[in-house]
C-alpha cells in the first residue's frame, strides 16, 4: 500500500503541472465528470472538547488496516515564477484487494484564464487516463506501482507521509485531543515554522492544522490545511493546500474503459 500512496500522490502533483500547459478552455469541467462519485465532496466532523495532550501522545496510536477504502477530496493554489495556479481534485482510494488496488479521480486545473479537466482510473493493474478528449491507458508494474516515482516523495494526503511531517515538526507542533461518540480526536497546529526534506525536495510548512479522527484505531476521517514553500534545484513555488479524507463504504463506479489506448 505504501508504494501505492507514492504513486497516488505523485499523480496528484505532477499532472496539474502538465494540464496548465495542456489546459483545454472548458467552460464547465465539472460536467464532463464521469461519476456523480467524484463531484460530492467530503466533510468530517472535527467538533468536540479539546484539552491540552501531546505529540507523544497522539504518536502512541498506530492505526490499523481495517480501514481499506477513503475518499480523498482537496484543492491547491500555487504560485511559481509568477504565474499562478488553482487545483481542485476528488478522488477514491481502494485497498481492500492488495494485489489489485483501485483509484478513481477527477481533476479541474485553472490557470492563465485556462480550465481543464482530468479523470484518472486504477484498475485491474491499468491506469487510464482521459484529457481533452484523448484516452490513454498505462500498464502499472505487477505490484499496483510506478517505478519512476522518486522515494521519499511528501504528500499531505499520503498518511504515511503525513505522519513523517508530524514528526519532523517535533516541538514545534501543538496538539490537543477530544473524546467524543467513541471517537478520539486529535487537533494538531504549529507555533512556528519547520523544514522537511527528501531526495528530491526541499519543504518549509507553515501555517498547519490538521485533524485526525480515529475509531477504534482505524483512522476515519482527516483534514489538513497548510502552506508550504517547496524548492528543488535552484526553483522554488508557494503552495497552499487543503485535503480531506474519509472513510468510503461503496464500490467505486468505474465508466465505460473499453476505448482507451494502451501507451
Do not use: H
Amino acid at each position: 500500500m505504501k508504494k501505492f500512496l507514492k504513486f497516488f500522490m505523485l499523480v496528484l502533483v505532477l499532472v496539474p503541472c502538465s494540464l496548465v500547459f495542456a489546459a483545454c478552455g472548458e467552460s464547465d469541467p465539472l460536467k464532463s465528470a464521469p461519476t456523480a462519485q467524484l463531484q460530492s465532496r467530503q466533510e468530517i466532523n472535527t467538533e468536540g472538547s479539546y484539552s491540552a495532550s501531546s505529540y507523544d501522545e497522539f504518536s502512541t496510536f498506530e492505526p490499523s488496516s481495517d480501514v481499506l477504502k477513503y475518499k480523498i477530496t482537496g484543492s491547491s493554489e500555487m504560485s511559481y515564477n509568477g504565474e499562478k495556479m488553482k487545483v481542485d481534485f476528488n478522488s477514491i482510494v481502494d485497498f481492500s484487494d492488495s494485489e489489485n488496488p483501485k483509484l478513481a479521480m477527477f481533476y479541474v486545473v485553472e490557470g492563465n484564464g485556462q480550465n481543464a479537466a482530468m479523470s484518472t482510473f486504477v484498475v485491474d493493474g491499468y491506469m487510464y487516463t482521459e484529457l481533452n478528449g484523448q484516452k490513454v491507458k498505462v500498464k502499472l508494474g505487477e505490484d499496483g506501482y510506478v517505478s519512476t516515482a522518486p522515494d521519499g516523495f511528501m504528500g499531505i494526503s499520503d498518511l504515511d507521509s503525513l505522519f513523517t511531517m508530524f514528526e519532523s515538526g517535533g516541538e514545534k507542533l501543538v496538539v490537543k485531543k477530544a473524546v467524543q461518540d467513541n471517537q478520539t480526536k486529535f487537533e494538531i497546529s504549529q507555533n512556528s515554522s519547520f523544514e522537511l526534506s527528501s531526495s528530491a525536495l526541499n519543504m518549509t510548512v507553515s501555517n498547519l492544522k490538521s485533524y485526525v479522527v480515529l475509531s477504534e484505531n482505524n483512522i476515519v476521517g482527516f483534514s489538513a490545511n497548510l502552506t508550504m514553500t517547496i524548492s528543488s534545484q535552484g526553483q522554488k513555488m508557494d503552495m497552499t493546500c487543503k485535503s480531506t479524507l474519509c472513510q468510503f463504504n461503496e464500490e467505486i463506479q468505474f465508466p465505460d474503459l473499453s476505448g482507451f489506448i494502451e501507451a
